[in-house]
């Protein structure tokens, strides 16, 4: 009973020592914890940048549209699949199965 008398304070650090210090290891906010948030950064920043492709291409779909660098071509694919509209006789071959730089034709929006 003396010897508790004498260590109570010591004993009240060496808790609060371990408390702090197992919280530090599995907390929310511990170590352990902080390897499963680096996980989830790295997946989110690849879902990331599968979204700046999405963005890219849409962006590259949307430039072909523009007044200053229409593609006739691109606008009348647009228009026909749109509206559904075709005539019977019509083929249609979509820009995307045309090799790179075949069939578009940038157009100023003073040449029209």
Do not use: C
Not at 63 to 72: E, F
């Amino acid at each position: 009973m003396v010897a508790l008398k004498r260590y109570w304070l010591t004993m009240i650090f060496a808790a609060g020592i371990v408390y702090f210090g197992v919280h530090g290891l599995v907390g929310e906010q511990g170590a352990l914890a902080w390897a499963g948030h680096q996980r989830r950064i790295e997946r989110l920043e690849a879902g990331l940048e599968i979204l700046y492709a999405q963005r890219a291409a849409l962006e590259a779909r949307a430039a072909r549209l523009r007044p200053a660098t229409l593609d006739r071509d691109f606008l009348d694919e647009r228009a026909r699949a749109l509206l559904n509209v075709a005539h019977p006789r019509d083929l249609v071959i979509p820009a995307a199965a045309l090799p790179p730089g075949v069939g578009v034709r940038p157009v100023s929006a003073t040449t029209r």
